[in-house]
């Protein structure tokens, strides 16, 4: 079963195909950054439209790419929220309309159960169950994954997610957007050890994390200084650290709790080096398995949506002729797949 995957939540178009035996096809990029660069973050007005202009070369480039004719696609994916309403309904509307044209089902997917299931793309893929940390822009959270589509939160952040604090904190060094790689390369020149800033909610029990002072932490430590480039450096350096130390306590006190021997790390902020390194650390020292999907497929990308929207459409499930596009969308409204059949 082959399924052509569309992601359009925020500023990247992207498309891809799944083979259910064959593995992944091939998968198609376009990214917005350079055009909402100069406006410091995303525009929602101008996303849509650039959506508009890019999905449909980028849906016959990854056709072309993976060697089939539109007839051989058993069935369409899409992100199908959260996320920009207006983005979302790019991607729903040209999904929908391919699928109703070629008389083939068409499922909109949870982007988080993307991100969640991203591994799964590479060699050696996790098994159910296994505990999850999905560090992305707009979200921060601990998950126990059952099964496909049983996800039950046990921890988040109650204020700004950890992409977000990374993004906040780079604009406060002047950084360009986007932030968070632009700020660990910074962090790469710096000496960590030189601010201490707090390590959030570590000294109370519990799975939930907070950010939002760590930026504020930041400003104070920083108001008056003279943020020469060293400076900025040993800044981005303590704040990575404060960051990546919050996240892999947490990590640590979840595969405890749950007792799960596998963390599954999927979001933007999976693809930071430090993070990855140290709950790298965290496996060795407590005998668990770490997986991450590649670096690509951490942030947005199409190949995730494709390979959700297969499990899923494998298993007989898909949309009605709705067009659907949800900005806010939890996680545990989603129903494990195999109960709801
Ligand atoms: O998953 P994603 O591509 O989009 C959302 O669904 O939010 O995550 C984007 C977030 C941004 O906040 C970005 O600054 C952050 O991930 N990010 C990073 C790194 N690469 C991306 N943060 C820290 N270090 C990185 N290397
Ligand atoms: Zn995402």
Not at 110 to 123: I, K, S, W
Not at 142 to 149: I, P
Request: net charge negative.
């Amino acid at each position: 079963m082959k399924v052509l995957g569309i992601e359009t939540s925020c500023d990247e178009t992207a498309a891809a195909i799944y083979d259910g035996d064959a593995g992944l096809l091939g998968h198609q990029l376009h990214s917005q950054v350079a055009m909402h660069a100069e406006y410091g973050g995303v525009v929602p007005e101008l996303a849509s439209r650039d959506h508009v202009k890019k999905l449909l070369p980028l849906i016959e480039a990854v056709i072309a790419e993976s060697g089939c004719e539109p007839e051989d696609i058993d069935g369409v994916a899409y992100t199908a929220g959260p996320g920009l309403v207006g983005a979302l309904l790019v991607g729903a509307a040209v999904s929908r309309s391919l699928a109703f044209a070629w008389n083939r089902p068409a499922i909109g997917v949870h982007h988080l159960e993307g991100h969640l299931l991203a591994p799964m793309l590479e060699p050696e893929p996790p098994q159910f169950p296994f505990l999850a940390l999905l560090v992305s822009g707009g979200h921060t959270l601990l998950a126990e994954v059952r099964a496909l589509g049983d996800y039950q939160i046990i921890g988040a952040s109650v204020d700004d997610a950890a992409g977000e604090a990374f993004d906040k904190t780079a604009k406060l060094l002047g950084l360009p957007y986007p932030g968070g790689p632009a700020l660990a390369k910074l962090a790469e020149q710096g000496t960590p050890g030189r601010f201490k800033f707090p390590r959030p909610m570590l000294d109370r029990p519990g799975l939930d994390f907070s950010f939002s002072g760590l930026k504020t932490a930041v400003v104070v430590a920083t108001r008056g200084l003279q943020l020469d480039e060293a400076t900025r450096a040993d800044v981005a350096a303590d704040f990575q650290q404060a960051v990546v130390a919050t996240l892999v306590a947490k990590c640590d006190r979840a595969l405890v709790q749950t007792g799960l021997r596998t963390l599954v790390v999927a979001g933007g902020v999976g693809a930071n080096l430090h993070l990855r390194s140290e709950l790298t650390a965290l496996g060795k020292r407590c005998g668990a398995q770490i997986r991450y999907p590649r670096t690509a497929f951490c942030t947005d990308n199409a190949a995730m949506i494709a390979y959700a929207g297969y499990r899923r459409l494998a298993l007989g499930e898909h949309d009605d002729l709705r067009i659907r596009a949800a900005a806010r969308w939890s996680l545990e409204e989603l129903q494990a797949v195999g109960r709801r059949l």
